[in-house]
């Protein structure tokens, strides 16, 4: 079964639309990422959510925005696309922080999602 | 400015061999976590070592921390083909909780 999933794998879309990708995880996590790759691999946090907090990178563009229904889906809304959105977005999920401590856990990557931006 | 800088950012070794990859960063760190992608695909976490741990094995993987000097290493013995990917290190800001951030990767190549 997998574990953190998106979708589409790949999107190819035209400069100036809205697009989503949708990010599901079945393993009970309560935190999720999404994550920007760009040609040179360089892997940037844009997200990371929980039932409490939204943590915002502050240099990622208010077009685009997280959206969660619920805890296994955090969806990424991209408004208004433009020539350098074209990444490869990557979805991860993590249990919480346990209460008092400063732990982190490991990241579950979903396979990333392909836009190229035309 | 990326937060974790790895070194080289890429490496050629002949299966057998043993590779080693560095990893630099600039704040105080609660962990460190070393992480693999293979081409086209997301990427795996391969193992956490925690700022009060100085070295931490896992199979192949043997990790180092130098919080003084700010500084990671990852060792892979023994390499194989199947090791050829990109690995990043991924630290775990102390006061930006929530923020990990990775550095540029190494890309590693290993040949049969």
């Known amino acids: 079964d997998t574990a953190v999933s998106q979708t589409p794998k790949y999107l190819v879309t035209q400069m100036g639309n809205d697009k989503s990708i949708k990010c599901e995880q079945n393993?009970?996590?309560?935190?999720m990422y999404w994550y920007k790759q760009d040609s040179k691999k360089f892997l940037k946090i844009m997200f990371s959510?929980?039932?409490?907090?939204?943590?915002i990178n502050e240099t990622v563009p208010n077009r685009f925005s997280p959206k969660s229904p619920d805890k296994a889906h955090l969806n990424l809304h991209i408004n208004s696309l433009e020539l350098g959105d074209s990444a490869v977005y990557f979805c991860?999920?993590?249990?919480?922080?346990?209460?008092?401590?400063?732990?982190?856990?490991?990241?579950?990557f979903g396979p990333g999602t392909r836009l190229t931006v035309l | 400015s990326q937060q974790g800088e790895e070194d080289p950012q890429a490496l050629s070794i002949q299966e057998g061999e043993n590779a080693t990859m560095n990893c630099s960063y600039k704040?105080?760190?609660?962990?460190l976590q070393w992480y693999r992608q293979n081409s086209g695909r997301g990427l795996v976490h391969l193992i956490l070592?925690?700022?009060?741990?100085r070295e931490k094995h896992s199979g192949r993987l043997r990790v180092t921390l130098d919080t003084s000097k700010k500084s990671s290493s990852l060792l892979i013995t023994a390499s194989r083909a199947a090791d050829t990917a990109s690995y990043f290190c991924?630290?775990?800001?102390?006061?930006?909780?929530?923020?990990?951030?990775f550095g540029d990767g190494t890309t590693l190549t290993v040949k049969p």
């Open positions: 704040t105080s760190i609660n962990n």
């Open positions: 991860a999920s993590s249990q919480d922080y346990p209460a008092g401590t400063a732990t982190y856990n490991e990241q579950f």
């Open positions: 959510y929980n039932n409490k907090e939204l943590i």
């Open positions: 070592i925690r700022s009060n741990e």
């Open positions: 991924a630290t775990d800001p102390l006061h930006d909780a929530g923020k990990s951030t």
């Open positions: 393993l009970g996590h309560d935190t």
